[in-house]
């Protein structure tokens, strides 16, 4: 995945809202939009990654996430999750399958990688199975203990709902997933773990000074 180039592409501000601006961008071949949040946080690198490795607190902050499962583990740095997603009646949930990855992103950002693996499990009757979607959220250290965070994200939720209706409330994910992240960084009795083995790959530098 080339982190810059999807960083870059031709992004057209929509709004901001608390301290988090959302993007729209087209995309060749599909007529869904994907969208891109941006907000800085005065969080920990450690306490993100730590965050994004506690699978079982997922649903205290991904918008509209009804149930989530691990079903691949391969290091520390790579998971294929299972995510079931709320949609309106009477429309079915979406079960999307997502292989992530934990990378470095030039000198100083980590950036989790997200790529949709549709067919990794048979489909299941019970919800409708999401067959494409590709994401990532990146972190950037800026200065005191502050982490510029980027989540984008292409997801095409199936044809039973209309583009239009979808790209409408495509705000929604990166907005309330963001603020619902930011709330949780903020909650002095959340702490999960930090996964020690992650230093095995990847050398994290937890803030970055200003420069005189």
Known sequence: MDVALILHRNWKFRVEHKGIKIFSSTVDGSDMHSFKGEAEMQVS????????????????????LADMDVLDKTDAIEYVVRQIIKTPWPLQEREVILRTGLISVGENSIAVTMKGEPDYLPNNPKYHRVRHSTG???????????????FVMHIDPGKDIPASISNAGMFDV???????????????????????????????????????
């Open 45 to 64: 690198l450690k306490k993100l990654i730590s965050l994004f490795h506690d699978m079982s607190g997922y649903r205290r902050w991904v918008h509209q």
């Open 136 to 150: 990532m959220w990146v972190f950037t250290p800026t200065s005191h203990g502050k982490i510029r965070i980027t």
């Open 174 to 212: 990166p907005f309330y997933s963001m603020n619902n992240l930011r709330n949780l960084m903020m909650d002095g009795s959340y702490n999960p773990p930090f996964p020690e083995e992650i230093k095995q790959h990847l050398s994290i530098i937890e803030d970055v000074h200003d420069k005189p």
